[in-house]
């Protein structure tokens, strides 16, 4: 495809187009790409963050409103829903109106809607701000990819994507640390008021640093019907994901909803081919390169999102670590992100995205393979070499899928582009939770109750043997109270070994969905379009 020009709509004048290497910076900071980079970095660090580090509240949350569980499930379900179904329209919206607008938009949203959760005194309150945060949420993230975009020359995109992957990486990992500290050393409320400062930093800098650029053949219209059967598609699909581990995968319900969304999908691609501006023109996924990041970030979310899970429960519930204790277990993979994502930009920019992201992945099945050997009194050391090279293998995968989506989209739709790639890493992610959610609960439905009569212990009901179950599911034993030591003991090694048996398989399963992305990540290739966001060639 042809380079596409780009229209400063901030500076001084009408808003002339200029070719993106004509540009100068002579504004001083205003528009400086390496500014720029850190101006939407701190935007992005909130919403990341956001994603881990509520876990850690919930159960203080649950306590203080008296809340059930379900209503806490839904502090952290809202949030997804809203962020998962709003992503791809959200980034149509910074086609239309600019990038900048949508960012600052995002941005004070999202900062006010965590400041009105804690002030929040009841717990549909909070569920209803965490939908709002989800919403504005969509809003900033694939803003941030189209600014970076736009900014950028394409020599120096991947180090900039680099350093955006180092910094989601680094916060989505930090989250549950950060969270330990606040929820121990001060209240559940200061982890959201946390984002009203980072917000108004954002804010200021976002006034002050970010140029709109937008392409000359920017979208002038919206495709309503579109939006209405995707975001009902997506809606119908993650409901399903979210429900599934509830009503169980062979309930009417969920496949229901999975139907629902089905239909709505080929309705949906259906009218795209009809409408004069679509929402998402199918014709990028002529683009195999687009379309094979697409489904690599799929596929490593299922993978990293859906191994993570489990080693939380790992941590805290068989090692019997605290919040902190087990997020300061998880550095080295935060480490290696850190580390590994703009020394995977400079790789890739070097030598292309396929090699890196098929080492990545391949790094990344050897660590989820390791991890499915880990027992109940494996070292630390251990650990950290898995979960190490988890992160060395997870960072050049988060920089090259989204380079390789973005850069291969025309300018005008760096926007979708960037919502694609958010919503391929959220859906990914629910996908994997779900998926290798019902791998453990099946290993563990299949194993719990020969390991337990294996034991010697007092023979269970049925229905006492299903919420044993429940409970080995996350790594906790059974025990009742009362229950006589020597017998707590041997509970406690049946639900142990009985949760190891079945992380282990989730791992392997896991290990399986890396290896098949190690073939998808030959597909990839560097994107055409990237030098057409050149908006800065002067750094």
Known sequence: MTSQTTVDTTGPGDGASAAPSDRSPSSGLRGHPWVTLITVAVGVMMVALDGTIVAIANPAIQKDLKASFADVQWITNGYFLALAVSLIT????????????????????FAAASGAIGLSSSIAAVVTFRVFQGLFGALLM???????????????LNMAIGIWGMVIGASTAGGPILGGVLVEHVNWQSVFFINVPVGAIALV????????????????SFDILGIVLLSGAMFCLVWALIKAPTWGWGDGRTWLFIGVSAVAFALFSFWETKV?????????FRSVPLSAGVVLMVLMAIAFMGGLFFVTFYLQNVHGMSPIDAGLHLLPLTGMMIVGSPLAGALITKLGPRIPLAGGMTATAVAMYGMSTLQTDTGSATMSLWFALLGLGLAPVMVGATEVIVGNAPMELSGVAGGLQQAAM????????????????????SDLGGNWKDAGLPPLTPAQLDQAAEAVQVGVAPVAKGTPEM?????????????????SLASLVACGVAVVAIFVALLTKRGKNASAGAGAAHI
């Open 90 to 109: 959200a980034g149509k919206l910074g086609d239309r109106f600019g990038h900048r607008q949508t960012f600052l938009i995002g941005v004070t949203g």
């Open 142 to 156: 694939p803003a941030a990819l189209g600014l970076l975009r736009a900014t950028f020359p394409a020599e120096r």
């Open 205 to 220: 800098l976002g006034t002050l640093i970010l140029l709109d650029h937008r392409a000359e053949n920017a979208p002038r």
């Open 276 to 284: 004069k501006e679509p929402l998402i023109p199918l014709g990028l």
């Open 426 to 445: 959220q859906i990914g992610g629910s996908l994997g939770t779900a998926v290798l959610g019902a791998v453990m609960a099946s290993k563990v439905d």
């Open 487 to 503: 017998l707590v003991a041997k509970i406690t090694e049946v639900a142990h070994d009985t949760f190891i048996s079945g992380m």
